[in-house]
Antibody, heavy 119, light 107 residues
């Protein structure tokens, strides 16, 4: 069965970076885009961007272009998102998701990883 | 960006009742709309896409309707497992955007 397993919670200092992982299993990793979504505490969902695991092509929400960097490691079926120059505004839960059949909606979600930015 | 508005942030209902959750887009998105359910401790679940098409595994008591700017998720005869958070998402254009969510609780 399809599973997206995300790395554990992170506590990071302001100004630092953090790299989140999302390990895919149960399907051919390179056949489906991986998207990342942010959910700030008590707030709604924000789309960060996506990566084509086959080609490495990325597409970002303008809002997150200077914040997030998406990469993949095809050898381990793992997608990564690095968040840089962290501030308290980046404290949130981040989800990786699988896009369904080139349609920009998501048929599988990771369990989410909470990032807390605090000194 | 397309703004997605779920006017009801909270809805209380009893098992067996039917409920409707609305979602309004700030511009026409045709039927490029998905609905998701989130329950505590569980991953988000895709319920409906293309406005009205049930994802495999979604119970038939769920239905979606609408096109253009106004959409509705209807749940007939609520089951205890239906309580949770519901979000709509447009995928008509990027950036992809979500509604603010509607929390469905047991009355």
């Amino acid at each position: 069965q399809v599973n997206l397993l995300q790395s554990g919670a992170a506590l990071v200092k302001p100004g630092a970076s953090v790299k989140l992982s999302c390990k895919a299993s149960g399907y051919t990793f390179t056949d489906y885009y991986i998207h990342w979504v942010k959910q700030s505490h008590g707030k709604s969902l924000e789309w960060i961007g996506y990566i084509n695991p086959n080609s490495g092509y990325t597409n970002y929400n303008e809002k997150f272009k200077s914040k997030a960097t998406l990469t993949v490691d095809k050898s381990t079926n793992t997608a990564y998102m690095e968040l840089s120059r962290l501030t308290s505004e980046d404290s949130a839960t981040y989800y990786c998701t699988r896009e369904r059949d080139n349609n920009y909606y998501f048929d599988y979600w990771g369990q989410g990883v909470m990032v807390t930015v605090s000194s | 960006d397309v703004q997605m508005t779920q006017s009801l942030s909270y809805l209380a209902a009893s098992p067996g009742e039917s409920v409707s959750i609305s979602c309004k887009a700030s511009k026409s998105i045709s039927n490029y709309l998905a609905w998701y359910q989130q329950k505590p401790g569980e991953a988000y679940k895709l319920l409906i896409y293309s406005g009205s098409t049930l994802q495999s595994g979604t119970p038939s008591r769920f239905s979606g309707s609408g096109s253009g700017t106004d959409f509705t998720l209807t749940i007939r005869s609520l089951e205890p497992e239906d309580f949770g958070l519901y979000y709509c998402q447009q995928y008509y254009e990027k950036p992809l955007t979500f509604g603010s969510g509607t929390k469905l609780e047991i009355k």
